[in-house]
């Protein structure tokens, strides 16, 4: 029989019926345009958007720049790393925040991910470990929190510096405190579909003051804006922010609570809705008590085992009724991407030590996920992961 029901119009944070954005970004958008001032150099409301950005987050300093990428770079940037010295990262992450490594002329080395979860672990951190090691970065996965005390003692032991990219995070805690206060830094995006935004735009956290003038100087062209006899001192870019871009972080940020909640509402709610679908694997699971997942995205595990087919099977009939989703995530490990299998960011992989990463990618089913959802849109997609799974797995 042919299937009649009109697909689900479900709000999305690529326009406005996901996004939320209104009145108060237009009247600090007015102020800057009114001003003039359109650049942050001398501007007034970039310092403010990061004094605002660090007092919410529980940080000493917080410098902006133009992206989650320009913040993982310009966090790297500030160790002055050498070439050939070594920083673990994820393979399941953006190439935004794997190769400001080579371009700092470190080597990128892929610890294994946590197939359930997708996150890097202290023991997979650890058999990546050489005298080389100069920095870990550990990804919160689409707003999972990493479990942080067996990877802080790790690196803490070692002098090895700890960067939390939290980019899909925003306000996750892990035992009760915020992530990017575990590590020496924090990395997070302002890209379009992210918990806020300012369309494109980032911000490096630390409580070092040193860390934070480097951080700057990085931002800045190396540039000491300042010194008594300021001078290039640093191979730095200009990763600045915009005063436009600085006005709606602010009106952004004063929003971020009520919107992180909202989307964690809704998540419970969905979670609840399937949870006794069969060989579903949900995001909650295994998060300890005081433990908070942001939801950047809604993401599962599909056993192919129980659900023939997997997330790819699963993400055809979602989509042919209007819910978008991503089947496999990224489709493979960063490694896997051509530009770091030749050329002159080519990375040499254990390919063995990888079986859990490349499960957990022929596992995930990511569905978007944004603070507009309402509990009846919730429900309609239940429904039809629940119809779609009953065909798959009657």
Same mark, same amino acid.
């Given at each position: 029989?042919?299937?009649?029901?009109?697909?689900?119009?479900?709000?999305?944070?690529?326009?406005?019926?996901?996004?939320?954005?209104?009145? *108060?970004?237009?009247?600090?958008?007015?102020?800057?345009?009114?001003?003039?001032?359109?650049?942050?150099?001398?501007?007034?409301?970039?310092?403010?958007?990061?004094?605002?950005?660090?007092?919410?987050?529980?940080?000493?300093?917080?410098?902006?720049? *133009?992206?989650?990428?320009?913040?993982?770079?310009?966090?790297?940037?500030?160790?002055?790393?050498?070439?050939?010295?070594?920083?673990?990262?994820?393979?399941?992450?953006?190439?935004?925040?794997?190769?400001?490594?080579?371009?700092?002329?470190?080597?990128?080395?892929?610890?294994?991910?946590?197939?359930?979860?997708?996150?890097?672990?202290?023991?997979?951190?650890?058999?990546?470990?050489?005298?080389?090691?100069?920095?870990?970065?550990?990804?919160?996965?689409?707003?999972?929190?990493?479990?942080?005390?067996?990877?802080?003692?790790?690196?803490?032991?070692?002098?090895?510096?700890?960067?939390?990219?939290?980019?899909?995070?925003?306000?996750? @805690?892990?035992?009760?405190?915020?992530?990017?206060?575990?590590?020496?830094?924090?990395?997070?995006?302002?890209?379009?579909?992210?918990?806020?935004?300012?369309?494109?735009?980032?911000?490096?956290?630390?409580?070092?003051?040193?860390?934070?003038?480097?951080?700057?100087?990085?931002?800045?062209?190396?540039?000491?804006?300042?010194?008594?006899?300021?001078?290039?001192?640093?191979?730095?870019?200009?990763?600045?922010?915009?005063?436009?871009?600085?006005?709606?972080?602010?009106?952004?940020?004063?929003?971020?609570?009520?919107?992180?909640?909202?989307?964690?509402?809704?998540?419970?709610?969905?979670?609840?809705?399937?949870?006794?679908?069969?060989?579903?694997?949900?995001?909650?699971?295994?998060?300890?008590?005081?433990?908070?997942?942001?939801?950047?995205?809604?993401?599962?595990?599909?056993?192919?085992?129980?659900?023939?087919?997997?997330?790819?099977?699963?993400?055809?009939?979602?989509?042919?009724?209007?819910?978008?989703?991503?089947?496999?995530?990224?489709?493979?490990?960063?490694?896997?991407?051509?530009?770091?299998? @030749?050329?002159?960011?080519?990375?040499?992989?254990?390919?063995?030590?990888?079986?859990?990463?490349?499960?957990?990618?022929?596992?995930?089913?990511?569905?978007?996920?944004?603070?507009?959802?309402?509990?009846?849109?919730?429900?309609?997609?239940?429904?039809?992961?629940?119809?779609?799974?009953?065909?798959?797995?009657?």
């Amino acid at each position: 029989m042919t299937d009649l029901r009109a697909p689900l119009s479900l709000p999305s944070d690529r326009d406005a019926t996901g996004r939320d954005l209104g009145d *108060a970004e237009l009247a600090l958008l007015r102020e800057v345009i009114e001003s003039g001032h359109l650049n942050s150099t001398g501007g007034t409301l970039t310092p403010r958007f990061e004094r605002e950005f660090a007092t919410r987050f529980g940080a000493a300093h917080a410098i902006a720049c *133009a992206s989650g990428s320009a913040a993982i770079h310009a966090a790297l940037g500030s160790l002055r790393l050498e070439p050939g010295d070594e920083v673990v990262t994820t393979p399941i992450t953006d190439m935004g925040a794997i190769l400001p490594i080579g371009y700092e002329g470190a080597v990128p080395v892929f610890a294994a991910v946590e197939t359930t979860t997708g996150n890097v672990t202290a023991d997979t951190i650890e058999a990546c470990l050489t005298d080389r090691t100069r920095a870990v970065i550990v990804t919160h996965l689409f707003g999972r929190p990493c479990d942080l005390p067996p990877i802080l003692e790790l690196v803490r032991g070692r002098d090895i510096v700890l960067i939390e990219d939290c980019a899909q995070a925003f306000l996750a @805690e892990f035992d009760g405190s915020l992530v990017g206060s575990f590590g020496d830094m924090a990395c997070y995006s302002f890209q379009q579909g992210k918990h806020m935004t300012t369309g494109e735009g980032g911000i490096v956290t630390t409580n070092k003051g040193e860390v934070a003038d480097r951080i700057t100087r990085f931002v800045n062209k190396g540039w000491g804006y300042g010194d008594p006899n300021p001078d290039h001192d640093c191979r730095g870019l200009n990763y600045r922010l915009t005063e436009l871009q600085a006005a709606v972080g602010i009106a952004q940020l004063q929003k971020l609570d009520r919107v992180v909640e909202h989307r964690q509402q809704r998540a419970r709610q969905m979670c609840d809705e399937l949870r006794d679908l069969g060989g579903i694997r949900l995001p909650d699971e295994g998060l300890g008590p005081n433990d908070r997942h942001a939801f950047w995205r809604f993401a599962v595990g599909v056993d192919p085992e129980v659900v023939p087919g997997g997330p790819d099977a699963l993400g055809r009939r979602l989509t042919a009724c209007g819910v978008h989703n991503a089947p496999r995530y990224i489709k493979k490990p960063a490694f896997d991407c051509a530009v770091l299998r @030749e050329g002159p960011f080519a990375t040499d992989v254990d390919h063995g030590a990888h079986t859990s990463t490349r499960a957990c990618l022929e596992r995930l089913l990511v569905l978007p996920w944004n603070e507009h959802y309402t509990p009846e849109h919730v429900s309609a997609i239940a429904d039809e992961i629940r119809r779609a799974h009953e065909e798959l797995a009657p």
